[in-house]
């Protein structure tokens, strides 16, 4: 079997076992990048010196018996949002073309000293703003299951990567939903941690108060390791839990969901759904049946109004987050030409270097904010946030976790929601109450939709801090497909 | 600029009550930023205290400095406030290049302290003025603007920015509206001034120096006629950086509101300037243009929830109050009122705590730091605590004078001495030969000499003409190249020639 195909898990282990090298494993992901990422479009920075400088290193401590961590030498992509010390960070932004950060993010550094080896730099809507990547500054990733299809987004380079075999492992972020639709979309497993469990340090804001950094695998496990591997608390995030990281890793290995109680999401189902993505999730339901799991349905009321909420809170966040865009000490800068103000410079920078979605929502939000208007938008948008807090704790009573569909529909084509915001938006609908709540969440495959063979993703919901129940529930679903299968889902993609 | 019609002082004061409110900055003196790591030395090379966070780059995010929220609350106590028991940062959002992030992470409607009163002293007269708020914030950057006649931003060749100061932790403090001060409003207010300068190096939160910006004040002036109860439109003056401009200010505002409104003219509600040197303050922004700042919950700090129990450890490990210390000096030292008040505003009082704790009589230690110091202090331009010398230094060389070796003029000698860091006292008075001619005998010898030469004079010292003996004492003086007790002579002269 190709490196490539391997799982993470089994690349940290032949690693260690001196099977094969870390430079091995890095030199076969970067000559897949080489072979097909000029069709997927997933990289916008292949970091190909430091990645084998990494790579030697690992080897080298590893042969001086060093004692390394169980994913050392296995490589890893960044989604292009997250601070790195030795490669460009732009946020998929004209504005910040080129920006060397002088730091690396927390989740960087984690990855780093864990031996990881970073790959690259992923594509992402730009300002991870948009759930098809087409917003991305430097042209639209693609789906490895249809080239013509988005991989999802914002994360869709992170997904795209993942699914083409170009990494094993990931990290992108979650604000909306930025990691759990483009896994559904691509087949894969991604993971929305409990908002503060996993450092925002380093990670450029959209939206500080629903930002989630997480991780993207081919299977459960990996994820687990992965998420593992950068989580924590970190005195640098004011906002980040002071508390263990939940035993993820251990619960995607117990795989065991007898006698746990799972609620069906009453609200997300019906018009909009894809009737190949409601049946793949009957099924998932069925199946959890099967597995000894107690189904019911738990109604969520207030979830109907958790998009508009989420349409108020992140763009008056991001329209602050992105003020500093300035053109004064960093980025790009346009009309200063010594005939021109601060203030006539700063107006340039921003209407050339930010895209239309970027604008959209920074108009958005400032409107939302400003004087007159805060107590009617931003302000009930805020008491939203607790009524959806309510209802997942009423959930909670009922049921260990919830679960959904993690998006209406299967993938959908570049470009075919681009004038159509509102169409696009509803692909976030099933992930949004999470990210306003600060729960875990996770999406694994669960099969393809009849209609077009495209992957349908399961969305796990847990309470704050009960990631490894999402990871518990995800690995049962995961093995008993496959069992069924008789391969992972990603082996019927087609070639590329 | 054209000079502003200005109505005299007590015309306006005879047809207008002011009402006064005092916004002000204090620059915490916590040993790092209010949200990074970074140290808060002033004057170190421009943009050598930063760090992703205070320069705002992408992806970095604050971290509350303990530090500063505690003497914030210390503040809040100090100055009679209720400390909130759950509070929020909030983004204050404007566009401008010495901000790094393009917000300034304040305070909004969940101040940390609120709803207090510091009482003042003006005259003799306690007023009390309310303290609405006392919130915390970060400072921004200083921009420097090269070219240009005005050294503002408008005209410049090119700016500079500094972000050396971005993130120091800002104290704000917001006053109610202060009436019924009526023609002490400009005393009130420096008093005001004067009176929280003192209350922050009493806490020992700031180093409150005005003219390195680490303490600044605002001041929003109104008028309102005479038996109306409505007030008039405020201005508020900024760059007031002196506790004498603030009374200027005042002043100043007063006299052109009046004019204005004499004239049948409204105020418009606006941000002024004060200029040091003219006394007069131009028009800033206008209400019209001011700025929609969008303020809301920070998400990336967690509320300040403050423990009552520590609050209540806080208030009682509060030291003296100043006014409290100056009532209990005051009566200590024996001086009135007025002449605390003068020492106060010359920073004296600790220096002559200090000299008295050293040894001198209080009426030594003030005559000396009000004297012959406050007079070098001016001169160079130096505060008087900063002289280079030492209270215990002038403690001594008070008791060189008290026991009789040295006369005034001499100790004044001394003190230069030692401010030229030429030593100890007793040092300088070796080095320099600075010493009291001494005793009578030494003394009686030079007089009899200088009676010798002088028979003239001496006999109409002996005829009664007892004022002639003043010229007898210049030539002992002259004689002793000044180092003779001028009052001893004189006595002994008159004994000499029987005209005692
Ligand atoms: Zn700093």
Redesign the interface.
């Known amino acids: 079997m190709s490196l490539t195909r391997r799982t993470a898990a089994e690349l940290g282990a032949m690693i260690a076992s001196g099977e094969v090298s870390a430079v091995e494993v890095t030199q076969a992901h970067l000559d897949r990048i080489a072979e097909v990422d000029d069709k997927v479009h997933a990289f916008l920075h292949v970091a190909t010196e430091s990645a084998l400088a990494q790579a030697r290193d690992v080897d080298a401590r590893r042969a001086a018996g060093e004692e390394l961590g169980p994913l050392a030498g296995v490589p890893v992509a960044h989604k292009d949002i997250?601070?790195t010390a030795d490669m460009p960070?732009t946020?998929g932004s004209k504005i910040?073309e080129g920006?060397q950060?002088?730091?690396d993010?927390t989740v960087t550094a984690r990855l780093r000293a864990a031996g990881l080896v970073i790959l690259g730099k992923t594509n992402l809507d730009e300002f991870a703003m948009g759930s098809s990547t087409d917003n991305s500054a430097f042209g639209p990733s693609h789906n490895p299951w249809d080239l013509t299809r988005v991989p999802g987004g914002s994360s869709g380079g992170s997904s795209a990567a993942v699914a083409a075999f170009e990494a094993p492992l990931s990290t992108g972020t979650d604000t909306g939903g930025s990691i759990r639709q483009p896994a559904a979309v691509t087949g894969i497993v991604g993971m929305k941690p409990t908002y503060g469990g996993s450092s925002?340090?380093?990670?450029?804001?959209f939206?500080?108060?629903l930002d989630t950094p997480g991780p993207f695998a081919r299977n459960v496990l990996d994820a687990a390791l992965l998420h593992e591997a950068f989580s924590g608390h970190d005195?640098?995030?004011?906002?980040s839990i002071d508390q263990p990281v939940p035993p993820v890793v251990e619960a995607a290995r117990q795989a065991d969901v007898s006698g746990m109680r799972i609620g069906v999401v009453k609200e997300f189902s019906g018009e909009g759904y894809q009737p190949g993505v409601l049946a793949r999730f009957q099924e998932a339901c069925d199946l959890l049946e099967s597995l000894g799991a107690k189904v019911v349905e738990v109604s969520c009321p207030s979830f109907t109004y958790a998009l508009p909420a989420y349409y108020l809170i992140a763009p008056?966040?991001a329209?602050?987050n992105l003020?500093?865009?300035?053109a004064?000490?960093?980025g790009l800068r346009v009309g200063d030409d010594g005939t021109r103000?601060?203030?006539e410079v700063?107006a340039l920078t921003r209407a050339a270097g930010f895209g239309p979605e970027v604008k959209r929502r920074i108009m958005l939000g400032?409107y939302a904010?400003?004087?007159g208007y805060?107590d009617a938008y931003?302000g009930q948008a805020q008491k939203v946030r607790t009524l959806i807090t309510r209802d997942f704790e009423a959930a909670y009573e009922q049921v260990d976790v919830l679960i959904s569909p993690t998006t209406p529909t299967t993938a959908f084509r570049i470009g075919e929601r681009a004038d159509d915001p509102m169409a696009m938006y509803l692909a976030d609908l099933c992930t949004i109450p999470s990210n306003l709540t600060g729960n875990a969440a996770i999406s694994v495959p669960c099969g393809l939709a009849d209609e077009d063979d495209l992957p349908v993703g399961l969305q796990i919901m847990a309470p704050v801090l009960g990631d490894d129940r999402c990871y518990r529930v995800g690995a049962a679903v995961e093995a008993a497909l496959q069992s069924r299968w008789g391969a992972p889902l990603l082996d019927k993609a087609p070639a590329l | 600029m054209t000079t502003p019609t200005l109505m005299p002082y007590d015309e306006a004061l005879g047809r207008f009550e002011p009402v006064l409110g005092v916004e002000t900055h204090v620059e915490l003196g916590t040993a790092s930023k209010m949200f990074c790591g970074c140290a808060t030395t002033f004057g170190a090379a421009p943009n050598t205290q930063v760090c992703?966070v205070c320069?705002?780059?992408?992806?970095?995010?604050?971290?509350?400095n303990a530090a500063a929220i505690e003497a914030t609350i210390k503040i809040g106590l100090a100055l009679n406030c209720s400390i909130a028991e759950w509070c929020r940062f909030a983004?204050k959002?404007y566009?401008y290049?010495d901000m790094?992030?393009?917000?300034q992470i304040s305070q909004y409607d969940e101040p940390l302290c609120f709803d207090g009163y510091l009482d003042v002293e003006v005259n003799g007269e306690v007023v009390r003025v309310g303290i609405e708020r006392v919130h915390l914030e970060e400072d921004t950057g200083k921009s420097l603007h090269v070219g240009g006649a005005t050294g503002r931003?408008h005209g410049a060749d090119y700016?500079l920015?500094d972000y050396n100061r971005a993130g120091i932790p800002l104290v704000e403090i917001v006053t109610k509206p202060v009436e019924g001060t009526d023609r002490l409003a400009p005393e009130v207010a420096r008093a005001y001034a004067t009176e929280l300068r003192e209350l922050m190096r009493a806490l020992g939160v700031s180093d409150v120096r005005m003219e390195e910006g680490s303490m600044r004040c605002d001041i929003n002036v109104s008028l309102m006629p005479r038996g109306s109860s409505e007030w008039g439109t405020r201005t508020e003056t900024k760059n007031v950086n002196s506790l004498r401009s603030i009374e200027r200010a005042v002043r100043h505002e007063i006299e052109r509101q009046a004019a204005i409104l004499a004239d049948g003219g409204t105020i418009i509600q606006e941000t002024r300037h004060f200029h040091e040197d003219t006394g007069e303050t131009t028009s800033g922004r206008s209400k019209e243009e001011a700025q929609?700042y969008?303020?809301?919950p920070e998400?990336?700090?967690?509320p300040i929830a403050p423990d009552r129990a520590w609050v209540e450890e806080l208030r009682a490990g509060l030291p003296e109050l100043p006014s409290v210390r100056r009532k209990r000096l005051r009566s200590e030292w024996g001086v009135s009122e007025l002449d605390m008040q003068a020492m106060l505003n010359a920073g004296a009082v600790e220096p002559v705590e200090a000299t008295i704790a050293a040894g001198a009589t209080p009426a030594d230690a003030r005559k000396w730091w009000m004297g012959e110091l406050a007079r070098r202090a001016n001169e160079s331009g130096t505060p008087l605590a900063e002289l280079a010398v030492t209270p215990a230094q002038v403690a001594r060389v008070a008791a060189l004078v008290a026991e009789g070796t040295l006369n005034d003029k001499l100790a004044r000698q001394v003190l230069e001495g030692v401010l030229a860091g030429e030593g100890e006292p007793d040092e300088v008075v070796a080095a320099r030969g600075l010493k009291i001619v001494g005793g009578d005998e030494e003394l009686g010898a030079v007089i009899d000499q200088v009676i010798a030469d002088n028979p003239d004079v001496a006999d109409k010292i002996r005829s009664g003409k007892v004022a002639a003996a003043g010229a007898l004492v210049g030539a002992v003086m002259k004689a002793t190249r000044g180092q003779a007790d001028a009052g001893r002579a004189r006595e002994l002269i008159l004994e000499k020639l029987g005209a005692a």
């Open positions: 997250f601070t960070t946020c910040l920006w950060p002088p730091y993010a925002r340090y380093g990670l450029v804001a939206a500080s108060s005195p640098l995030d004011s906002t008056s966040e329209s602050s003020a500093r865009f300035d004064m000490r960093y103000s601060a203030e700063m400032t904010l400003s004087s805060y931003y | 992703p320069l705002g780059l992408p992806g970095s995010l604050p971290v509350a983004r959002n566009f290049p790094p992030k393009d917000f931003i700016s920015v929609d969008r303020y809301f998400p990336d700090l967690v």
